[in-house]
């Protein structure tokens, strides 16, 4: 079974700019803040969310070229109109919204790829085939902040093409390579992607509602409390890790007092790491998976999870540098020399002082930062696979295009709400209630995958047609 030539271009297309939204934001329209922030990373996780279902409805009733060519056709035109936002006199920043939105759009096509793996696997090979898929796009969510970090050093003047009015910078430059991205994609659906099915047990089938006995599958013999279940865990598998995205670069730069350009060099480079990391995690679920089957997986993925989310709680007597504060490295500084120190320091680094939290609570070292990044890149990759595979195996030997498209919406969801959380519980209230909800969120979802256990099974063994 081929994997689909354009998984890796869905992570990669939101990764590209996740670590340089907030500065290029600050630069094109000085009156977004932290909570508009929060609107603009969720803004993609609010387009696929709508498009999933549609794309997932599309891709039963027609050929799943229809629907990928039309979804990666919106991406383009979305990354083009981000990296053209400078052009607008005014209100750049909901331009830059509605790019952000188009984007997610065009990204609701993973229901359609998640379910033409689905059907075109028997249960065997789907562990497997899956975690190729997730491996892929975690290949693109690499790819995505190290092109960012490389890119950063263009620089944020970059090179303007005045004729056709384009900006060459650290923060347009990743948009259009990613519009190229999609360029070439929509030539590997039209050139190389095939229709092919399978029933559970691997023999080629036609019919859409065909199972091994020859009986329609419906919708009555799916057990719908597993399904629920499946989405509430992927909408909170996908909620804590779109915090942990989310949070990196405001967070690296009010603890580490980083600058605007290091916290998109540095979070880049750490992330292209996790994307490494998350590589070879796929690879050694595929086997661990065979052998303990995919639940316990899922089980140790969660508690990994919540141990990356509690090291970062914050503790200790050392507090964050403040921007402008009265005092500079332990000096207690005139009003003439914070002017001076303006001069020569024109970005502000440290914790900005409107948020009050920065004065009372601990600072997080680097360390900690580091190890959770490690833990979350080991957590993340297995529940997010075996959550899915878990999924597809519910289902059974039926078109899954809608169903997926409604995991693909929780996920969506998750990842909506995810930087909103950010942008008011970390921005307001700071890491230590922010991180203390996200390890309580761990535990009830830990509660609730014990809770089901024995219901999360393959449809197959379900109904006794096949044997665990």
């Known amino acids: 079974m081929p994997i689909l030539p354009f998984s890796p271009h869905d992570s990669s297309g939101f990764s590209i700019v996740i670590t340089s939204i ?3 934001l600050q630069k094109v329209d000085d009156s977004a803040n932290a909570s508009f922030l929060g609107w603009v990373v969720a803004a993609y996780s609010l387009g696929q969310m709508v498009a999933s279902p549609i794309f997932g409805w599309w891709s039963n009733r027609r050929p799943r070229k229809e629907p990928l060519v039309c979804s990666i056709l919106i991406n383009v035109a979305a990354n083009l109109l981000y990296a053209y936002v400078h052009l607008f006199h005014s209100n750049r920043k909901y331009y830059m919204l509605t790019s952000r939105v188009l984007v997610g759009f065009g990204a609701g096509n993973v229901a359609v790829v998640r379910s033409y793996v689905a059907g075109a696997t028997s249960l065997k090979e789907r562990t497997s085939a899956m975690a190729n898929m997730s491996a892929c796009q975690a290949l693109g969510f690499i790819l995505g902040p190290a092109l960012q970090a490389a890119l950063s050093f263009i620089g944020e003047a970059g090179v303007c093409f005045r004729p056709i009015d384009l900006q060459l910078n650290m923060y347009t430059t990743p948009a259009l390579l990613a519009a190229f991205f999609g360029v070439i994609n929509i030539l590997c659906v039209i050139l190389i992607l095939r229709e092919h099915s399978v029933d559970d047990e691997g023999r080629q089938i036609s019919a859409i509602n065909y199972t091994s006995e020859g009986t329609p599958v419906t919708d009555q013999g799916i057990d719908q409390i597993a399904v629920v279940t499946s989405n509430i865990l992927f909408f909170i ?21 980083w600058t605007r350009k290091q916290a998109v060099l540095y979070n880049g480079i750490i992330l292209a790491c996790t994307g490494f990391e998350s590589i070879l995690v796929f690879l050694l679920v595929k086997i661990i998976s065979v052998r303990i089957g995919e639940r316990p997986v899922l089980l140790g993925g969660l508690i990994i999870i919540f141990c990356g989310f509690f090291i970062l709680l914050p503790w200790g007597d050392e507090y964050p540098k403040i921007q402008w504060s009265v005092h500079y490295n332990g000096i207690l500084l005139y ?18 002082p409107e948020q009050t939290w920065c004065q009372f609570t601990p600072a997080i070292q680097l360390a900690q930062y580091i190890v959770s990044d490690i833990l979350i890149g080991v957590g993340y990759p297995a529940c997010n696979v075996m959550s899915y595979i878990l999924y597809s195996k519910i289902l059974g030997p039926k078109p899954q295009g809608v169903y997926m498209g409604w995991l693909t919406a929780s996920g969506s969801g998750a990842r909506t709400l995810g930087p909103v959380f950010v942008s008011q519980f970390y921005t307001n209230l700071g890491p230590r209630w922010a991180f203390s909800l996200i390890c309580g969120i761990m535990l009830a979802a830990m509660l609730l995958l014990l809770c089901t256990y024995r219901r999360l099974i393959a449809f197959s063994l379900r109904y006794g047609r096949m044997r665990e």
């Not at 009003?335 to 900005?352: A, Q």
Request: net charge negative.
């Open 22 to 24: 907030w500065p290029y």
């Open 237 to 257: 598998i996908l909620f804590v890790f779109a915090v942990f995205e989310t949070i990196a670069t405001p967070l690296s730069m009010d603890m580490f007092a």
């Open 335 to 352: 009003p003439f020399e914070i002017i001076i120190l303006k001069w020569f320091h024109p970005d502000p680094i440290g914790c900005p």
